[in-house]
């Protein structure tokens, strides 16, 4: 037999996940920032390297790493 309990606190738990990666995917904060508040750091910070960051992300890595 399936522990319905448990089945039913996976399932909240996943639906959870996947609202906060639509809000991960829709941001305009810094991306960076985003996950290390998700991972409880105490002291997250923008990156200013990410693509909310750097509005401008793809010439920056052109600039980086040359032509894809």
Do not use: A, H, V
């Not at 793809?58 to 032509?67: A, H, Q």
């Amino acid at each position: 037999d399936y522990d319905i309990s448990r089945i039913e606190q996976i399932k909240r738990i996943r639906i959870n996940e996947r609202q906060r990666m639509k809000e991960y995917i829709s941001s305009e904060s810094c991306l960076m920032q985003f996950i290390t508040t998700e991972l409880d750091d105490p002291d997250p910070k923008d990156c200013k390297i990410c693509s909310n960051c750097n509005k401008d992300y793809f010439r920056y890595r052109e600039n980086l790493y040359g032509k894809w």
